[in-house]
């Protein structure tokens, strides 16, 4: 079983800046999993914000947060961050971490295993 718990978020100006952390724990996970970002806003849908290969030299990010947004991850301590700047009120939503088992960095929510509880982020204005 693998656990996954994310922290960080809370509420920011437009313009500012947050650290997600997604503290990743379990008989069974492995560094190499692939690490994704997800958020879900009111009455939508579920998306990729970030994904990470398992050694953080690939990684994949939605076109409405590439070059605002920054995936990293630690191995040594099974942790993934998500660098947040330039927040507008378009972020404000649940983050969530999730870890797929596969080979495969995907963009898909259904293709990993494991999800965190969330964390709220709330921009506003």
């Known amino acids: 079983q693998v656990q996954l718990v994310e922290s960080g978020g809370g509420l920011v100006q437009v313009g500012g800046s947050l650290r997600l952390s997604c503290a990743a724990s379990g008989r069974t996970f492995s560094s190499t999993y692939t690490m994704g970002w997800f958020r879900q806003a009111p009455g939508k849908e579920r998306e990729i914000v970030a994904a990470i290969w398992w050694n953080g030299y690939q990684t994949y990010y939605a076109n409405s947060v590439k070059g605002r947004f920054t995936a990293s991850r630690d191995n040594a301590e099974n942790t993934v961050y998500l660098q947040m700047t330039s927040l507008n009120a378009e972020d404000t939503a649940i983050y969530y971490c999730?870890?797929?088992?596969?080979?495969?960095?995907?963009?898909?929510?259904?293709?990993?295993?494991?999800w965190g509880q969330g964390t709220q982020v709330t921009v506003s204005s």
């Open positions: 999730a870890a797929r088992t596969g080979r495969f960095l995907s963009t898909t929510a259904s293709d990993y295993d494991y």
